[in-house]
């Protein structure tokens, strides 16, 4: 079971990065995507370059299509990627989302400190 779950995230992953980093490629400003746009772009981007590495990977002259392998493929693929999407100037994008997400988890936290400390209430004795 947890092999399963490794899999799935694993699997989550390697589609999940290509397609970010592509459609940071192509779309290089905060402005011209939303976060749910980006996500979805990047979903089915990833679908995408994870098909194409396979294909290219299981060509008759290789054929070694393993997992191994197509990690390194997906890899290469993301490091060209993310070369490109320096080079456009679209890594903005990802520093704004780092600090709108760790924005938000400290607002959570400050939250529930907040309602602990008025929960807990004054100790009588």
Same mark, same amino acid.
């Given at each position: 079971?947890?092999?399963?779950?490794?899999?799935?995230?694993?699997? /989550?992953?390697?589609?999940?990065?290509?397609?970010?980093?592509?459609?940071?490629?192509?779309?290089?400003?905060?402005?011209?995507?939303?976060?749910?746009?980006?996500?979805?772009?990047?979903? #089915?981007? #990833?679908?995408?370059? @994870?098909?194409?590495?396979?294909?290219? *990977?299981?060509?008759?002259?290789?054929?070694? /299509?393993?997992? #191994?392998?197509?990690?390194?493929?997906?890899?290469?693929?993301?490091?060209?990627?993310? *070369?490109?999407?320096?080079?456009? #100037?679209?890594?903005?994008? *990802?520093?704004?989302?780092?600090?709108?997400?760790?924005?938000?988890?400290?607002?959570?936290?400050?939250?529930?400190? @907040?309602?602990?400390?008025?929960?807990?209430?004054?100790?009588?004795?």
């Amino acid at each position: 079971m947890l092999e399963a779950a490794g899999y799935v995230i694993i699997g /989550l992953i390697l589609v999940l990065v290509p397609g970010f980093l592509l459609s940071i490629v192509l779309y290089p400003k905060r402005e011209n995507l939303d976060f749910w746009s980006r996500a979805g772009t990047s979903l #089915g981007l #990833g679908a995408m370059i @994870a098909a194409l590495v396979g294909y290219v *990977i299981s060509m008759p002259g290789l054929s070694v /299509l393993s997992l #191994g392998s197509f990690v390194m493929g997906t890899l290469i693929v993301c490091i060209i990627l993310a *070369i490109i999407a320096y080079l456009r #100037g679209g890594f903005g994008v *990802i520093f704004w989302y780092k600090t709108q997400i760790l924005c938000k988890f400290r607002k959570q936290r400050k939250e529930t400190d @907040a309602q602990t400390k008025t929960s807990e209430g004054p100790i009588t004795s």
